[in-house]
């Protein structure tokens, strides 16, 4: 197939913790630079997230998931947006067919709360002088760069649906901003909407090892979101 098509589309490759061996398996089988005589360019997943997790109200928590994931295997791969893109599905959907999932939300009823303090720049993973969690149990994180201005959000979650965790603090690495007002907030997204966490302190001063606290626990789909921002 690789010899005759420029796209290849996979879907749900990142539910699981074995997500970056498959999607390295797929790069392997597919892509310029491992497989000599392929033609194709891009690698879209055009499903993700999905209608059970929908159903359910996890729309919000299972997109966070993706973007973390995708963003962190893409950027270490080299890969432009023009190799890889990523469509969720079922955004729309916060209960069942023909049923009731009282106080759900959906991904498009959550998702301004990411995008309000993103907007439409570029995220960047940060690999190095990373901020570290407090947390007990089973736990996967990732920090970004928010491109063009001194802003970075925060992902973490369970890896596997069975587990769970318990949040306590973050200590962050603010070097880049040393001396600067920050603000710190965050949210909880579970299957009822964004629940603001209570941070302590909400501002700080940058500096290499700033710590601030926040209590929660997670299981299952839940995820979190903080978001750093420069003053």
Avoid at 155 to 172: D, E, R, Y
């Amino acid at each position: 197939m690789y010899d005759v098509v420029n796209t290849v589309s996979i879907h749900y490759t990142v539910t699981t913790p074995t997500w970056r061996t498959t999607l390295d398996n797929f790069r392997n089988q597919y892509l310029p630079g491992v497989v000599p005589t392929t033609r194709v360019r891009a690698l879209w997943a055009t499903e993700e997230g999905g209608v059970g997790t929908a159903e359910q109200g996890y729309g919000m928590a299972t997109a966070l998931r993706g973007i973390a994931r995708y963003l962190s295997w893409w950027q270490a791969n080299n890969l432009s947006p023009d190799d890889v893109h990523v469509f969720f599905w079922g955004t729309d959907i916060n209960k069942p067919s023909g049923g009731a999932c009282t106080g759900c939300t959906s991904a498009d009823q959550d998702m301004p709360v990411f995008y309000n303090f993103v907007g439409d720049r570029a995220l960047t993973e940060l690999t190095q002088n990373k901020s570290t969690f407090g947390v007990t149990g089973s736990f996967e994180a990732y920090e970004f760069a928010v491109s063009g201005v001194d802003k970075r959000a925060l992902i973490g979650f369970v890896p596997s649906n069975g587990g769970s965790a318990t949040l306590s603090s973050l200590t962050l690495n603010l070097a880049p901003w040393a001396g600067r007002t920050v603000s710190v907030s965050a949210f909880k997204f579970a299957n009822q909407g964004p629940q603001a966490l209570a941070v302590t302190p909400a501002s700080v001063v940058a500096g290499a090892s700033v710590p601030v606290s926040v209590s929660t626990s997670m299981a299952g789909l839940d995820a979190i979101l903080f978001f750093v921002e420069a003053q």
